[in-house]
């Protein structure tokens, strides 16, 4: 199994523009999130979703998009990037259940010009 | 905002000391758990701890949790070079396992 998997590993983008961030998981998991990782803090939640066609906002929504077409699949789509969207970013899923660790990809570290 | 916070926020040890980072949170929780990252890695899950529980062990790693104090910590013994990274613990804030919240973490480094 590769895991979870997240493309690209690097991304420089000028304001403005638009791209998406790949995640995909091969472990059949349900529940599926979307993470961002500023300097010297934790990871903020932006969206999860706990099974195909289910989405959700976590605490950092805006400026960000999300769809979950399979079970496989959770795309993170910036709309309009800004400079505050500088980060890395990192997908992560896990079981469903409220006992079960999550699993990170390896993240996708953006930079916005 | 953070549900967790760590103690200290960075740690200096020689190998084979014992390590302890603590955490505390802010609301009730079904279960917390710490990662550990490495630098410029995704997270590894290390243990998670339900809430009835007080103390869980697996290998060199001794968690604690004390849901009176809001309070968790981890102790890693005999500590090793290859356990430098930074150690995050996060908790549900008993919202569901899918919705983690992450405190700023504590960046451990083993000295030889």
């Known amino acids: 199994n590769a895991g979870v998997t997240q493309t690209p590993k690097f991304q420089v983008l000028k304001t403005g523009q638009s791209m998406t961030l790949q995640c995909a998981q091969d472990?059949?998991?349900?529940?599926m999130s979307w993470y961002r990782q500023d300097p010297g803090m934790g990871l903020r939640l932006i969206h999860y979703?706990?099974?195909?066609?289910?989405?959700d906002q976590g605490e950092v929504p805006n400026g960000y998009n999300v769809s979950r077409s399979t079970t496989e699949d959770f795309p993170l789509r910036l709309l309009s990037a800004a400079p505050s969207q500088t980060s890395v970013y990192f997908c992560?899923?896990?079981?469903?259940?409220?006992?079960?660790?999550?699993?990170f990809g390896p993240g996708t570290r953006l930079t916005v010009l | 905002s953070q549900q967790g916070e760590e103690d200290p926020q960075a740690l200096s040890i020689q190998e084979g000391e014992n390590a302890t980072m603590n955490c505390s949170y802010k609301t009730s929780i079904n279960n917390l758990q710490w990662y550990r990252q490495n630098s410029g890695r995704g997270l590894v899950h290390l243990i998670l701890i339900r809430s009835n529980e007080r103390e869980k062990h697996s290998g060199r790693l001794r968690v604690t949790l004390d849901t009176s104090k809001k309070s968790s910590s981890l102790l890693i013994t005999a500590s090793r070079a290859a356990d430098t990274a930074s150690y995050f613990c996060?908790?549900?804030?008993?919202?569901?396992?899918?919705?983690?919240?992450f405190g700023q973490g504590t960046r451990l480094t083993i000295n030889p």
């Open positions: 979703s706990v099974g195909a066609g289910i989405t």
């Open positions: 472990m059949n998991h349900e529940y």
């Open positions: 992560a899923s896990s079981l469903r259940g409220d006992y079960n660790e999550q699993f």
């Open positions: 996060a908790t549900d804030a008993d919202q569901g396992a899918q919705k983690l919240v």
